[in-house]
């Protein structure tokens, strides 16, 4: 934005005066935010930095002790330099204890030798001050008119990175909170050399405030997000102080201070950062409203509210053909993390599965919410996988799909194609899902069947930990049809029959954990040490557990036909446990 000392050099009416840099040529570089002619010495304290001073020395200390202090009180304040026109005080030249000590405070010290006027020198720096300062609004204008185009435009992520790194003439990257890069643009450079290792280099760069420089990296950075709730970080990377930027329409330049950016770059990322935030929210309420009309339809498929033949043309209306089309239900869910099965975790002593896991103590808002970024999320894999179907979140627990291909033949391909879009959008999520699908269909009618069928697979297989296939009823094998057959009053029968005793002995002493002590057991396929050290049992203790165990359920643990019971049944109480019967 400002001119830099040398700049000013070069201008014709100081060239005129003959200038020559006698010390701290290396602050050449420095901006000029205004020049002030003097000639008085205690000039410091109506300055605020930035200064470029001009004087003929005339009225200054004559001596070395006060020249001294004279120089060190415009370093102080911070000025850019120190004109001194020679010929009315000084003649041969500045004295050397001036030049000495501007040169040990780096204030760059110029003499012009010949007479010059100083307002001619004043009146081109100062025109060249508003000349930037114009060209400076000029180039905010056309910030605020590019980011306000492309919020109407409801532009994409990677196109607004791609204008703000255009505009700056210098690398941008959006990056979550997870540090990974959602989009970027290298304005010219390797993307290797800017990528590689990307996690921990950003780690690194943590600057105070919303929207700060942070100096040791080099990097401009704001923070991404609305409505109170952040979702991740846009980061401009500056150059080197001085060496300005090329291109940029305009927008572009050198820094406005010693290693920091001009403000306009502050700008530049603020603005695309809100245009970011607000095409997310429109994003997230358009499909929040289009997702609730594929819930009501979802929903209506599921109880008969409505006619078949009403959902299937409100769909045709919403871009979604389910007629003539090949459709298959899908269940996409949360996995359960708390089985002895999923990750063999033990919750106090022996504290293995969701027998002894910890409830939840998410809020019935969290869950909504996680529910609804899973349901965008796999919206986003749909249309990423080109895809064509209804999705919304099915009840509390899953998110469902209707798919509908061309035949039975494209199942397959297409439900592959949707779980490796799932995976590549959630990569950096913590938890991971569930893809379940049903038999397909070839109507609108049998769509239900489908989608129920779906639904109980994943719920079945939510213990599942194999995450590379989307799961089909014979995947769940003897968990899904214990699943099923939940609610039947028979298979309650079978495990009280088989564990009642256990669970009366547990209701009666909890802390003891009998039945981790018997999944473990079960679990490892009675391999005693495997289960025992499952459990942080020694041996002694897990034997005589176990032989307790068998004295409560009166039964031989070495026998492979009761122990196939037990396992039968502790599976089935799992099931009976996880939903109550309706």
């Excluded at 590019?146 to 703000?164: C, D, H, M, N, P």
């Excluded at 965008?376 to 509390?396: I, N």
Aim: charged letters at 25%; a neutral charge; aromatic letters at 4%.
């Amino acid at each position: 934005m400002f001119p830099t000392v040398r700049e000013v050099l070069a201008l014709d009416p100081v060239r005129n005066g003959g200038p020559r840099v006698v010390a701290a040529e290396e602050g050449l570089d420095r901006p000029v935010r205004w020049v002030h002619v003097t000639e008085v010495p205690d000039i410091a304290s109506l300055l605020r930095g930035g200064e470029l001073v001009l004087t003929t020395g005339i009225g200054l200390p004559g001596d070395d002790a006060g020249v001294r202090a004279f120089i060190a009180d415009l370093a102080e304040v911070g000025v850019s330099g120190l004109v001194v026109e020679l010929g009315r005080r000084y003649h041969g030249g500045v004295p050397k204890v001036m030049s000495a000590a501007a040169h040990r405070r780096g204030l760059p010290l110029v003499e012009l030798r010949r007479e010059t006027p100083f307002v001619l020198i004043t009146e081109a720096v100062h025109a060249l001050i508003v000349d930037a300062q114009l060209a400076e609004l000029r180039a905010t204008e056309e910030i605020h008119q590019r980011f306000t185009e492309l919020s109407v435009e409801g532009a994409e992520a990677t196109e607004v990175v791609r204008q703000a790194a255009e505009l700056a003439g210098a690398p941008v990257v959006l990056e979550n909170l997870s540090r990974r890069v959602l989009a970027y643009h290298t304005a010219g450079e390797n993307p290797r050399l800017l990528l590689d290792g990307w996690e921990q280099h950003s780690r690194r760069i943590q600057p105070t405030g919303r929207t700060a420089y942070h100096a040791d990296t080099g990097w401009l950075v704001t923070m991404v997000g609305a409505r109170g709730q952040d979702w991740g970080r846009l980061l401009l990377r500056c150059p080197a102080a001085g060496s300005g930027v090329s291109g940029g329409s305009g927008v572009s330049g050198g820094l406005s201070g010693p290693g920091g950016p001009p403000l306009r770059w502050s700008i530049l990322l603020e603005r695309a950062a809100s245009t970011l935030a607000l095409g997310r929210l429109i994003r997230r309420d358009a499909e929040g409203l289009e997702r609730q009309i594929h819930r009501t339809l979802l929903t209506a498929l599921l109880d008969g509210s409505q006619p078949v033949d009403e959902v299937a043309m409100r769909a045709r209306a919403l871009g979604v053909g389910l007629d003539r089309r090949h459709l298959v239900g899908v269940a996409v869910r949360f996995r359960d993390a708390g089985s002895g099965a999923e990750s063999g975790s033990v919750n106090g002593v022996g504290g293995v599965g969701p027998a002894a896991a910890v409830p939840s103590v998410d809020s019935a808002e969290t869950v909504q919410a996680r529910l609804r970024d899973l349901a965008e999320t796999v919206g986003l894999a749909l249309r990423e996988a080109g895809l064509t179907g209804l999705a919304s979140p099915l009840d509390e627990h899953a998110v469902g799909v209707l798919l509908a291909v061309r035949d039975a033949t494209a199942a397959d391909p297409a439900l592959n194609g949707l779980l490796a879009a799932l995976h590549r959008l959630r990569r950096s999520e913590p938890v991971p899902v569930v893809v379940a699908a049903g038999s397909g269909v070839d109507g609108v009618r049998e769509a239900r069947r489908s989608l129920v069928e779906a639904r109980q697979v994943a719920e079945a297989g939510r213990r599942d930990r194999r995450s590379d296939q989307v799961l089909r009823l014979p995947d769940v094998g003897l968990a899904g049809l214990l699943h099923l057959l939940r609610e039947e009053p028979r298979l309650q029968v079978f495990v009280e029959r088989e564990l009642g005793a256990l669970l009366a002995y547990e209701a009666r002493h909890p802390r003891q954990r009998m039945l981790a002590t018997l999944r473990a057991y079960l679990e490892h396929g009675r391999n005693k040490s495997a289960a025992a050290a499952a459990v942080h049992l020694s041996r002694p203790a897990f034997y005589e557990r176990l032989t307790r165990l068998g004295q409560i359920l009166g039964v031989d643990l070495d026998s492979v036909q009761a122990c196939l019971s037990l396992h039968v049944a502790v599976l089935a109480l799992d099931e009976v446990r996880a939903r109550p019967p309706a």
